[in-house]
Nanobody
């Protein structure tokens, strides 16, 4: 079965950096769009960024462009999220997700598989 396993979360001071990883198994990585979402306490899960497994085409939430970078390693079936200049408002559980829809999709309902999430806490 499909598994998405996130890692790399933790506690960091404002202005710091973290790199999240998402290892995918049970799916053909190049046939999916891989995305990152985040959910802060009391808020809806929101789209962060996605990347097409085959082409590497990316799509970012406007508010996060310039600070967050998504990348992938097809040989390892892994997608990464590099987060720089972190702010306390970036505190959330970050989820990796996979969508079979190769068009740009930003709603959680368009993603077929989800990881368990990894906590990112940014202290001020």
């Amino acid at each position: 079965q499909v598994q998405l396993v996130e890692s790399g979360g933790g506690l960091v001071q404002a202005g710091g950096s973290l790199r999240l990883s998402c290892a995918a198994s049970g799916l053909t990585f190049s046939r999916y769009r891989m995305g990152w979402f985040r959910q802060a306490p009391g808020k809806e899960r929101e789209f962060v960024v996605s990347i097409v497994g085959s082409s590497g085409v990316t799509y970012y939430a406007d508010s996060l462009k310039g600070r967050f970078t998504i990348s992938k390693d097809n040989a390892k079936n892994t997608v990464y999220l590099q987060m720089n200049s972190l702010k306390p408002e970036d505190t959330a559980v970050y989820y990796c997700a996979a969508s079979s829809r190769l068009r740009t999709v930003v709603t959680k309902g368009d993603y077929d598989y989800w990881g368990q999430g990894t906590q990112v806490t940014v202290s001020s």
